[in-house]
């Protein structure tokens, strides 16, 4: 397999998007997998070991059938099941294979219970192969309790009815969630598995426990099992019947795994009494190698091991069992295992849940509905319905309100497509089964939307009082609603990411607006446009209900006020008032309408399933969200970096001065309220006490969900929710909240950064912040290097962190809070996702931060057992938040070992094996506890020898002493705030100008729309009464959908930052200020670009050819309604807790502008008990001035405000008492745009953006969504 990639890892930017458009890609290819040949046979487990960056990943899809190859890839070969090439049975692929990949993607506000769940249910019934292997009834039996089989068969029984959740929601463990992406692809049992780095999170003795589930059952069901490990401990190893080592893409050994070690002695090459043999393996073709001995004949290159490979016997033997005659083919099976109606009801339920857990976004639309129902109903209160234009007006703002209301629904689409791409892959489910459920799942919601809303506006306008007719007008709104909602699940699922989505939506909206027929009548747009009247949705509704209304026996009479309309007109007076605005007679239209909204949701249901269905983003540039991105593995095809023979740090801050901390903590409890209403709290941590002293690494381990993350988060205080108990102490004095922050570095097993930052970037970010202000600037930026150097992340220095592959991500977050040099260094699981080699890089450099005088407290589950004795003390946790053992491990564990030992019933510890997991299996940890049950280990601790000693030091460390002085710090942060704005500032440059799908798209759209108008416009006679009132509606229209996509752009891209900040304020390394000062600043020449783009193109098109200085006026004006949108959109993101309710509480501010702008209703007829918001509405000031600038301008008799206005209706000039009126009186008699009120509004615009910007600073200070 060969990838075609860019030669350059330079980040993406706006001017090199641009230029890719035009200009020819300098690429170079790359191996990914060589040239190779295997065979994995039923009733075998095969162990696939290799570096991150040799392929396996690439492999397993390959293998499993979810590879998705793009134009760049190229695969040579093939792959067959029993002797049948994967081309011919592609469609049965997902039912003979199953893929866990390494990323968890799953709903966060979903149970584990509800999560195995549903896949059980896609799973169908029992497999036919297994029918044989046990009675039908007991199969039976079997099958209807799986999921509770699986959740036991990985440990996850305790957290079933915990949430799943992710960065930004509190939920299960990261080892839980792993087994839940195991547990998830069980379901089916299919004769074939393949699993990703399954062991990621997960202490040693629950990956033993997996994996020897996974053998039992490759066993009693003739699965082939195939499993790729970064760490395995030999006791896991051994669990393995066949090995497959990979170095680069090449195969280095592929066969049984008992005779792995002998083969490679053959070559002159034996593995040390002391190393384990996964770790010996993986060094094979590295540098590393050196480090044995072995004769100058040796292999030392992977290319030398696969020659040397295809040349032994085993080769030979596994090429024979590959020519042989192939096992029967496997009887057909269907593409899914559960027909359409139950995998489709399957997928309603599941979505009905989703939805209705997100209760902010549910219980926010309702009430969208609800207070936009009666400001509008109370706006048009009582309307004339004899004036047609009003009429029409109300309809209008109702199908508007009801169409463009689906937009914030965005998030929630983009967030759930990544889950589906994981289930369709899987074969779960149909994608015409998922669209189905996507917008049945709307139904009910559109249901109680449309009667609220609908039967509000209906009767408190005041029209027609007719069953039948209010009826239709609810049928009619209902299919708006249904429609609409459909056609934005098409946008997103169509859009790669929201910085797309949210702009593309809007221009669609306007296009429907500005051909609904309502604000340009169809007899006044271009006859070569004639054809988007007849195609757009909104037009058939404007025109259905307005035939609806007047088809009522109020209008069709003949006789009304005087005048007979069937004998002057041959129609009747409902009928002729239709006429005049253009509009088609007859009921019919109202049924012809409602086809046409049927036959558009058929439409756009079947354009979301070809979305779906063919198109793929695997673009890791989706915001949001929280684990969409796919398996950035193998470093994204280029060659990742090597590890060196010998790990050399020379850390200049060995001679630099640090403060020792000591650090102690007694009896800690956390307790936090339970899910379950009713019920008591649920106590995590039960009085957990200890210490870690300067220059030492105190490991924090236990059982996944044991609390050692929560005993970290604790401590550090980085809890945001919770009761806490308990003191903690840094050098014997109570740690103040300043002085954790100041000290500590936090390094979370969740990998957040701004990921438009390179490597070196987040390093030197870190550096320069939080390390002390009087240490130079370049020494800073040197430790930054050295950190690079220290994790091997040299070639990686100027690559962009969005794209990378977890255990990149890994390293990176180390590298940041080695970077801030912290006396305290706490470590969550550093070396998740990391392969032995890589682990043992990372705790060396540990090792040497500890011993320049710092204190280091560490988590780790699958520590090798060379790593694990460079860990001086030890806090064992069991499950339920216990201590089981706290004090110092000894030489090689020995005092941890006697310890253990001593105690009844303990097995010895097996000479070679890893005290670690002996250490874990003892005291019952894993998936099934297999330790002695007749020892209560908390109390054996409390009244051991080892308890007294702890008591004894605690009692000493946690008095104040001479030697140990007290943290004080003179300011709340480490850098300087010249420092900390020109960092934060420079960063915030850099995100924008390397996110061009944010700036770019909203740029071309701003420049279509101006084209688009600019058609419609073209040639208007802005001096006659029907060309002013539509040069109004042109101004409100551009400015107002311009200012909306700015709005809707920044959500989702201010909310995907937000994590970042939230850690990175956590750690104080900067104030809130300067992060509010940096998104600022860096909108103002994006803002003004955009601006000017749009009036370049939009203000010669239409006819506005006043001036150059007139045009770079209305410029300016448009320029600082942008900031306006802007600073508004990054309000909400801060302000609220995720981008759906952002979104919804932003479209519930733009309606209310939307109606109180002037123009719709005019300013002149808005009611009084509304005219406040009129009055405070901030797009207003925009509205007029530069309404007023174009239309109410008349300073020396030529300008367009003074022509007497054309074609005015009788009924205006006599309800305006004159006989005639100029363009200027006109707009600010009817609009109250006033041309000398310019200052005036220049200054209100001024002061909304300052308002805005106020709340900003205040929201990013004292608002935080983290649940922690």
Excluded at 130 to 146: C, G
Excluded at 202 to 220: F, K, M, T
Excluded at 462 to 470: K, N, P, Y
Excluded at 799 to 828: C, H, N, Y
């Amino acid at each position: 397999m060969t990838a075609s990639t860019m030669a350059q890892m330079a980040p993406p930017t706006l001017v090199s998007s641009i230029r890719s458009l035009w200009a020819s890609k300098h690429t170079v290819k790359k191996d990914i997998l060589h040239p190779m040949s295997g065979v994995f046979q039923p009733g075998t487990t095969t162990l696939v070991l290799g570096q991150p960056g040799s392929g396996k990943s690439s492999l397993l899809k390959l293998l499993s059938g979810q590879f998705h190859a793009d134009k760049n890839v190229t695969i040579d070969g093939s792959v067959t099941y029993n002797g049948v090439a994967s081309a011919a049975m592609a469609a049965q692929i997902p039912q003979l294979t199953s893929y866990a990949g390494q990323r968890e993607v799953h709903y966060p506000t979903l149970t584990v219970k509800e999560t195995l769940a549903f896949a059980h249910g896609c799973s169908g019934s029992v497999p036919p192969r297994l029918a044989q292997a046990a009675s039908p009834s007991f199969l039976t039996d079997l099958w209807t309790v799986f999921p509770g089989v699986v959740a036991k068969l990985m440990g996850l029984q305790h957290c079933e009815d915990t949430v799943v959740g992710n960065a930004m929601l509190r939920g299960v463990s990261g080892g839980e969630r792993r087994r839940v992406t195991m547990g998830e692809m069980e379901f089916g049992l299919k004769p074939a598995a393949f699993l990703d780095e399954i062991s990621t999170g997960l202490d040693s003795a629950a990956a033993y426990d997996i994996v020897d589930a996974q053998r039992s059952l490759a066993r009693a069901t003739h699965k082939t099992v195939v499993i790729a490990l970064l760490q395995p401990a030999p006791e896991v190893y051994d669990l393995f019947d066949q090995l497959l080592l990979l170095n680069d893409g090449h195969v280095l050994y592929h066969g049984p795994r008992a005779a792995a070690l002998d083969y490679f002695a053959g070559l002159g090459i034996r593995c040390p009494a002391y190393r384990d043999v996964a770790d010996f393996l993986v060094d094979l073709g590295t540098a590393q190698q050196d480090q044995y001995d072995a004769p100058a004949s040796a292999p030392r290159t992977p290319e030398a091991f696969a020659d040397a490979f295809r040349r032994s016997s085993i080769y030979a033997a596994m090429l024979a069992q590959l020519e042989a005659a192939p096992l029967p083919a496997a009887p057909a099976v269907a593409p899914f295992a559960v027909g359409f109606g139950a995998s489709t009801r399957a997928l309603l339920e599941r979505q009905l849940r989703v939805y209705l857990r997100n209760a902010e976004l549910v219980q926010g639309r309702l009430g969208l509905v609800l207070i936009m129902s009666l400001l509008y109903s109370t706006s048009f209160y009582q309307v004339d319905t004899t004036n047609i234009i009003t009429v029409l007006g109300v309809i209008f703002t109702a199908v508007l309100f009801l169409a463009v209301g689906q937009i914030p629904t965005l998030p929630m689409v983009l967030d759930a497509r990544a889950v589906f791409y994981k289930h369709k892959a899987a074969g779960f489910h149909r994608t015409s089964s998922y669209v189905l459920a996507q917008c049945l799942v709307q139904v009910p919601f559109a249901v109680l939307e449309t009667l609220v809303f609908g039967s509000i506006m209906y009767w408190i306008t005041g029209f027609a009082a007719e069953a039948g007719a209010f009826l239709i007008y609810l049928l009619v709104l209902l299919l708006t609603n249904l429609v609409f909602s459909t056609w934005f699940f098409f946008i997103g699922v169509a859009s790669p990411n929201m910085l797309v989505a949210d702009p593309v939506a809007l221009l669609c909206v306007m296009v429907f607006v500005v051909f609904a027929g309502f604000i340009v009548s169809a007899a006044d747009l271009p006859s070569y446009l004639i054809w988007l009247y007849w195609i757009d949705p909104l037009a058939w509704v404007v025109r259905a209900l307005a035939v609806n209304q007047y088809s009522t026996s109020e209008f069709q009479t003949c006789t009304h006020a005087g005048i007979d309309y069937c004998a002057t007109g041959g129609t009747t007076f409902g009928d002729a008032l239709l006429g005049h605005y253009g509009i088609r007679t007859g009921t019919e239209w109202i049924w012809y309408g409602v086809a046409f909204l049927v036959a558009c949701y058929v439409l756009f249901m079947g354009l979301a399933y070809l979305a779906l269905e063919y198109i793929r983003y695997d673009d890791t540039d989706h915001s949001i969200v929280v684990v969409a991105e796919e398996d950035a593995t193998d470093d994204a095809y280029t060659a990742g970096p090597k590890t060196p023979a010998t790990v050399v740090v020379a850390m200049s801050t060995s001679d630099r001065a640090v403060t020792p901390v000591t650090l102690a903590f007694e009896n800690i409890k956390y307790t936090v309220p339970n899910p379950t209403k009713g019920e008591p709290d649920l106590q995590l941590l039960k009085g957990i006490s200890g210490f870690a002293l300067p220059g030492t690494i105190t490991a924090l381990m236990g059982s996944s969900g044991a609390g050692k993350t929560t005993l970290m988060d604790v401590i550090a205080g980085r809890k945001t929710g919770g009761t806490i108990e308990g003191t903690v102490l840094l050098n014997g004095y109570a740690a103040t909240d300043l002085a954790i922050r100041r000290s500590t570095g936090y390094c979370e097993q969740m990998d957040i950064h701004s990921e438009t930052a390179t490597f070196r970037e987040a390093l030197q970010f870190s550096a320069m912040l939080r390390q002390s202000d009087d240490i130079p600037a370049c020494d800073k930026l040197a430790f930054a290097e050295e950190c690079l150097e220290l994790l091997d992340m040299q070639t990686l220095g100027d690559k962009m962190i969005r794209g990378s592959s977890v255990e990149q991500m890994k390293r990176l977050t180390i590298g940041v809070e080695l970077a801030a040099a912290p006396s305290v260094l706490f470590l969550d699981e550093p070396t998740s996702g990391l392969d032995a080699r890589s682990a043992k890089i990372v705790m060396t450099g540990i090792r040497k931060i500890a011993s320049t005088g710092r204190t280091v407290v560490c988590t780790i589950h699958q520590p090798s057992t060379e790593v694990f004795t460079m860990f001086d003390s030890l806090l064992l946790l069991k499950r339920g938040g216990e201590t089981v053992f706290f004090g110092d491990l000894g030489p090689n564990a020995s005092h941890m070992i006697e310890y253990f030992t001593a105690l009844p019933g303990t097995p010895p510890l097996v000479p070679g094996a890893n005290p670690a997991t002996w250490m874990l299996e003892v005291i019952g940890a894993g998936v099934e506890a297999r330790g002695t049950a007749s020892v209560d280990f908390p109390a054996a601790f409390v009244a051991s020898a080892e308890h007294r000693a702890l008591q004894a030091s605690l009692a000493h460390h946690t008095t104040a002493h001479p030697s140990r002085p007290e943290l004080t710090f003179g300011s709340k942060r480490a850098a300087s705030s010249w420092t900390q704005c020109k960092m934060v500032t420079q960063r915030f440059f850099r995100m924008y100008w390397r996110t061009p799908s944010y700036n770019t798209t909203r740029v071309l759209v701003s420049i279509f729309l101006a084209l688009f108008i600019g058609l419609i416009y073209q040639g208007v006679n802005y001096g006659t009464f029907s060309g002013a009132t539509g040069g109004v509606g042109m101004i409100y229209l551009s400015s107002l959908f311009v200012g909306m996509v700015t709005f809707y752009s920044v959500i989702p891209l201010a909310v995907e930052d937000r994590a970042a900040f939230y850690r990175e304020r956590a750690a104080q390394t900067y104030n809130a200020v300067w992060y509010f000062v940096a998104a600022t600043v860096v909108e103002v020449p994006y803002s003004f670009v955009t601006a000017y783009a749009f009036t370049v193109v939009f203000y010669p098109l239409v006819g506005l050819n006043e001036s150059v200085a007139a045009a770079a006026y209305y410029g300016l004006n448009l320029s600082l309604f942008l900031l306006l949108n802007v600073y508004l959109g990054q309000l909400m993101a801060y302000s609220m807790p995720n981008v759906d309710v952002a979104g919804l509480l932003g479209f519930l501010l733009n309606s209310i502008f939307m109606l109180f702008m002037g123009f719709a209703p005019p300013a002149s007829q808005i009611p009084s008990a509304y005219r406040w918001l009129y009055t405070v509405s901030p797009p207003k000031f925009t509205m007029a001035l530069l309404t007023a600038e174009t239309f109410a301008k008349c300073t020396d008799g030529t300008q367009r405000g003074c022509h007497v206005m054309t074609s005015v209706p009788e009924t205006v000039l006599q309800a305006m008492h004159v006989p005639n009126i100029t363009v200027k009186a006109y707009i600010e008699a009817m609009y109250e745009m006033k041309y000398d009120d310019a200052g005036l509004n220049t200054r209100a615009t001024l002061l909304c953006v300052l308002l805005f910007l106020i709340l900003n600073a205040f929201a990013l200070r004292f608002i935080n969504h983290q649940k922690k």
